[in-house]
């Protein structure tokens, strides 16, 4: 069993919420979060974010994803991202998450982006710049704006993170564990693309209850 603080998507609970149903499978090892040393204290990576992992106790990457918390009309300026993770506060780019990975896209500058504090994230864009878009549309960070690009993070997932993990006062290393076999409530985790999921085919995505 496994609690995730971001359940459902929000942070103002902060009450624990099942995610796995189920987890009949885990890499061997595990591994070190990559980057964990230069995260906020307080970032919570939530359960069920698709890792990429290197080797058996070798490097555990995380896989960021960001679906659109409502309609996006051709003339907002600004778009609202449910996320895990914070955007460049001084911009980027983003590209809606193409059906193949290692796709190619359009990218799109975003000047700024705001962490909320409830788990979305704001980003100031030149309207019309993401056209007109349906809320649980799926993003991610892009290798620059313009056609051709790809999702920065060209990693492909070995599973999904076990148990959430909290960087806290003086912690310079987090672990965690990958699971790649079992059952997890997908509407209570951060989303994930539909060709993500199919290179997980042993992990079951079902509805919470």
Do not use: C
């Amino acid at each position: 069993m496994s609690f995730n603080t971001y359940g459902q998507k929000t942070l103002t609970s902060k009450a624990p919420v099942q995610v796995w149903s189920e987890v009949s499978g885990v890499k061997h090892g595990g591994g070190s979060i990559n980057g964990f040393s230069s995260l906020a204290v307080g970032t919570v990576i939530p359960a069920g974010v698709p890792v990429a992992l290197d080797a058996a106790g070798g490097t555990v990457k995380p896989i960021y994803f960001y679906e659109l918390a409502k309609t996006l009309l051709a003339t907002d300026t600004e778009a609202i991202l449910y996320g895990a993770a914070p955007l460049v506060a001084t911009g980027g780019n983003v590209i809606v998450v193409p059906s193949a990975i290692a796709g190619t896209g359009t990218g799109v500058a975003y000047s700024a982006a705001v962490d909320n504090g409830d788990g979305t994230h704001t980003i100031t864009i030149v309207a019309n710049a993401l056209g007109t878009a349906a809320a649980g549309t799926i993003y991610a960070e892009a290798d620059k704006a313009g056609t051709g690009a790809v999702v920065k993070e060209t990693a492909v997932p070995a599973g999904l993170l076990w148990h959430d993990v909290v960087k806290e006062d003086g912690d310079t290393v987090g672990t965690g564990a990958v699971v790649d076999a079992g059952r997890i409530f997908e509407d209570r985790i951060p989303a994930i693309p539909a060709a993500y999921k199919a290179v997980l085919p042993t992990i079951k995505f079902e509805k919470g209850i």
